[in-house]
């Protein structure tokens, strides 16, 4: 994973539509630099799940060095993650807000919203906090292009990372990307928590604040 400047990371995820109901999602750590891809779930019933309008299905996050996480949901309010041998990673779970909390028991972050501004015609702003209640990162959620210009502090120094690319491409879809920026380097489970949670917002449709169940109509 791509380290920036004073050691914050950032990470982006792009919707990619190439075929109906066959969206998947890239993640790049910065100008040419893959990541890993997202793609729904491949499990018996996962297509017709998505015909029905249901998103209870899973997802798996595949790797450059060819390492896979896989979300499998438990039921409507959590997933499990696991390690393409199986090994337990974590689990996301869904109420008033959504926490991440590691195989071995720790929290590593709950998502709220943006506490100044959660939600624009472009975007939804996120932030998630470690069990102590500081600042873990942030994650932009991308409605539509215009979207992709906006840019986040991605260290507590205040040095504003300009990111790359930043134009994107209109699709059927009402979730573009991503966007994550955290002040610190991620070790390998704050990754695959982070990025499940990302895939699992863009890809599953799940509603992480109350803004994003509401439809969050901006404007007069």
Request: proline share 7%.
């Amino acid at each position: 994973m791509q380290a920036l400047r004073n050691g914050s990371t950032m990470i982006e995820g792009r919707v990619a539509c190439e075929t109906p109901g066959g969206a998947t999602m890239a993640f790049r750590g910065g100008p040419g630099i893959p990541v890993a891809v997202a793609a729904r779930g491949e499990a018996r019933g996962a297509r017709s799940a998505i015909l029905a309008g249901r998103n209870n299905f899973g997802f798996r996050i595949r790797y450059t060095d060819g390492s896979v996480v896989r979300a499998e949901p438990l039921d409507e309010v959590s997933i499990a993650l696991r390690r393409g041998d199986g090994a337990a990673v974590g689990t996301i779970l869904r109420g008033d807000t959504v926490t991440a909390v590691a195989a071995t028991g720790g929290t590593l972050f709950h998502v709220v919203p943006d506490p100044e501004e959660s939600c624009t015609p472009e975007l939804f702003r996120l932030v998630l906090l470690d069990r102590s209640g500081g600042e873990f990162g942030r994650l932009d959620v991308i409605r539509t292009v215009d979207g992709w210009s906006s840019h986040r502090l991605a260290d507590p120094m205040g040095d504003t990372y300009l990111w790359w690319d930043r134009t994107g491409v209109r699709l059927p879809v009402p979730i573009l990307g991503t966007r994550l920026a955290a002040p610190h380097p991620l070790d390998r489970v704050e990754r695959d928590m982070a990025l499940a949670a990302c895939t699992d917002i863009a890809l599953s449709l799940r509603p992480y604040i109350p803004a994003m169940r509401s439809g969050c109509t901006v404007g007069p």
